[in-house]
């Protein structure tokens, strides 16, 4: 499965940005993790193929999740009131029959 990932920026704090992912077929689980260099990669939201969403709390209410559609190939994540530890490298992820794929990673800067 190829990912092709797109948005990502430099932003000030309170500003939005929108991420987005295609793959290539139909996937099962599709989202994003992130990673700040030193520090593990962690989740960000994700979607599964029944429209069920979970959410890091550092950024539930202010992230949202949407997708998958009826092909099960295209996630958006939409970043509201971004802050600055919000600064990181961000990364597509799908789960095809438990199988991991990553998408390389996009630079999201929060940042006045």
């Known amino acids: 499965v190829q990912l092709q990932a797109s948005g990502g920026g430099l932003v000030q704090p309170g500003g939005s940005l929108r991420l987005s992912c295609a793959a290539s077929?139909?996937?099962?689980?599709m989202g994003w993790f992130r990673q700040i260099p030193g520090k593990q990669r962690e989740l960000v939201a994700r979607i599964d193929r029944f429209g069920r969403s979970n959410y890091a709390d550092s950024v539930q209410g202010r992230f949202t999740i949407s997708g998958l559609g009826a092909e099960r190939t295209r996630v958006s994540l939409q970043m509201n009131n971004l802050k600055p530890e919000d600064t990181a490298v961000y990364y597509c992820?799908?789960?095809?029959?438990?199988?991991?794929?990553w998408g390389k990673g996009t630079l999201v800067t929060v940042s006045s």
């Open positions: 077929r139909s996937v099962d689980i």
């Open positions: 992820n799908a789960v095809v029959a438990a199988e991991d794929f």
